[in-house]
């Protein structure tokens, strides 16, 4: 059994800081994309970041800049670094990774984390 364990989301002020941290547990042979995603009120999910197992990095257009995701593969875990927060920033962040157990490649995702940027 795979698990995702996301945490470090909270109440900040615009203009703040705070690391988002993801790690996965279980029985897990290979980790590949590992990313963020984001949902706020009445709005889909939206893709924030996301870091391939060759390094290869990708932002929404909307954090570039301001946001920085990493990986520490010993670890399995994801992080996302985010700076110069907004408000529109606001939103349930949800990490997702590919990777492969026992039985073949597939998608998880955390349990998801509250951001609130107040203005």
């Known amino acids: 059994q795979v698990q995702l364990l996301e945490s470090g989301g909270g109440l900040v002020q615009a203009g703040g800081s705070l690391r988002l941290s993801c790690a996965a547990s279980?029985?897990?042979?290979?980790?590949?994309?590992m990313g963020w995603y984001r949902q706020a009120p009445g709005k889909q999910r939206e893709l924030v970041a996301t870091?391939?197992?060759?390094?290869?990095?990708n932002y929404a257009d909307s954090v570039k800049g301001r946001f920085t995701i990493s990986r520490d593969s010993a670890k399995n875990t994801v992080y996302l670094q985010m700076n110069s927060l907004k408000p529109e920033d606001t939103a349930v962040y949800y990490c997702?990774?590919?990777?492969?157990?026992?039985?073949?490649?597939?998608?998880?995702w955390g349990q998801g984390t509250q951001v609130t940027v107040s203005s």
């Open positions: 279980g029985r897990i042979f290979s980790i590949g994309t």
């Open positions: 870091t391939t197992s060759g390094g290869t990095r």
């Open positions: 997702k990774t590919h990777l492969l157990t026992a039985a073949t490649w597939s998608d998880y």
